[in-house]
């Protein structure tokens, strides 16, 4: 019923990031608590920075490459060949995909 998600420090470079819930409440069942946030756990990603992919957009597809990953809880990060950034919400193959620019002769 209440819910506080503040960040009071940041860590030093030398410190695991890690974060904890801590439930307060009877009867809690900890294994369904347990398994509904391991059901929420992001995959790893399928396209490193700098990488050339494709992304849906009204107009088609549009070709990139990715300059940035988890930014503002978005997986990507895009900068278009226009020079436009988009921020890419999912990493799923109808929004992006990867993609092999030819090869210069």
Not at 11 to 33: D, H, Q, Y
Not at 38 to 45: D, I, K, P, Q, T
């Amino acid at each position: 019923m209440i819910f506080a998600g503040e960040f009071t420090t940041n860590w030093k470079p030398t410190e695991e990031r890690m974060s904890r819930f801590v439930f307060i409440g009877r009867n809690l069942n900890k294994a369904e608590l347990e398994a509904g946030f391991v059901a929420c756990r992001a995959s790893e990603l399928r396209f490193p920075i700098g990488r050339w992919v494709e992304c849906k957009s009204k107009q088609g597809w549009v070709k990139g490459t990715v300059v940035n990953l988890w930014e503002n809880g978005d997986p990507y990060t895009v900068k278009l060949i226009n020079g436009a950034q988009v921020c890419v919400q999912t990493d799923d193959d109808t929004i992006i995909r990867g993609y092999q620019p030819p090869k210069k002769k």
